[in-house]
């Protein structure tokens, strides 16, 4: 989980987001680099006794994209964590908060089918409107929960198994572009 090193989303949905994760038994690592990020103790003895969680100031974001443990990466969509995770071929769960990250958002799981948003983690006054595909974000913590809930249950599926297909999928043409001939080949812009 990192919703990069700047901004922070709302502390109440975070942490009811990460309660559902510890009741489901999903094992994870949540860097919290932001300046903003606010860790309260009980939140923090929580991942800790969950046994399943760690909580860190900053992680090796493309090493634990790279492991073969990583199985979904929860991130705020912005470029360079939305790339590195697709050429890592891991899927994610999209929480955007501002900027290209809700058009990253919608391109990982519209276009690509890549990964899920969580749309109940919007937030503001353009975060909540109702959105072109008929769903209307409330931005509770327990619509938030509910929505977590039934997301991991299809990430467990066969809708997550074609999701993580499709990311490893990308990662094969984002890898098979810089060989030789690569759509990326340098020799071949130049000509």
Same mark, same amino acid.
């Given at each position: 989980?990192?919703?990069?090193?700047?901004? #922070?989303?709302? %502390? !109440?949905?975070?942490?009811?987001?990460?309660?559902?994760?510890?009741? /489901?038994?999903?094992?994870?690592?949540? *860097?919290? !680099?932001?300046?903003?990020?606010?860790?309260?103790?009980? %939140?923090?003895?929580?991942? /800790?006794?969950?046994?399943? +969680?760690?909580?860190?100031?900053?992680?090796? /974001?493309?090493?634990? =994209?790279?492991? $073969?443990?990583?199985? #979904?990466?929860?991130?705020?969509?912005?470029?360079?964590?939305?790339? &590195?995770?697709? *050429?890592?071929?891991?899927?994610?769960?999209?929480?955007?908060?501002?900027?290209? /990250?809700?058009?990253?958002?919608?391109?990982? %799981?519209?276009?690509?089918?890549?990964?899920?948003?969580?749309? &109940?983690?919007?937030?503001?006054?353009?975060?909540?409107? !109702?959105?072109?595909? +008929?769903?209307?974000?409330?931005?509770?913590?327990? !619509? =938030?929960?509910?929505?977590?809930?039934?997301?991991?249950? $299809?990430?467990?599926?066969?809708?997550? @198994?074609? $999701?993580?297909?499709?990311?490893?999928?990308?990662?094969?043409?984002?890898?098979?572009? #810089?060989?030789?001939?690569? &759509?990326?080949?340098? @020799?071949?812009?130049? @000509?």
């Amino acid at each position: 989980i990192s919703f990069g090193s700047i901004f #922070w989303p709302d %502390s !109440a949905l975070i942490w009811g987001f990460v309660d559902v994760i510890i009741e /489901q038994r999903v094992p994870f690592i949540f *860097a919290c !680099a932001s300046p903003m990020a606010v860790i309260p103790d009980e %939140s923090a003895k929580k991942i /800790q006794e969950s046994g399943i +969680g760690l909580l860190s100031k900053w992680a090796p /974001q493309q090493l634990i =994209l790279d492991h $073969k443990a990583t199985g #979904w990466f929860v991130t705020h969509c912005g470029q360079n964590s939305f790339i &590195e995770s697709l *050429a890592a071929g891991v899927p994610m769960f999209a929480w955007p908060l501002f900027a290209d /990250q809700p058009f990253n958002a919608a391109i990982l %799981s519209l276009r690509l089918n890549a990964g899920y948003q969580l749309t &109940e983690a919007r937030t503001g006054e353009a975060g909540l409107k !109702a959105l072109k595909r +008929g769903v209307q974000p409330t931005g509770t913590v327990e !619509a =938030l929960q509910r929505e977590t809930r039934e997301i991991l249950e $299809k990430a467990h599926g066969a809708d997550g @198994k074609l $999701k993580r297909q499709n990311a490893r999928n990308i990662q094969v043409q984002l890898r098979s572009a #810089w060989n030789d001939d690569g &759509e990326a080949e340098l @020799k071949r812009l130049l @000509k």
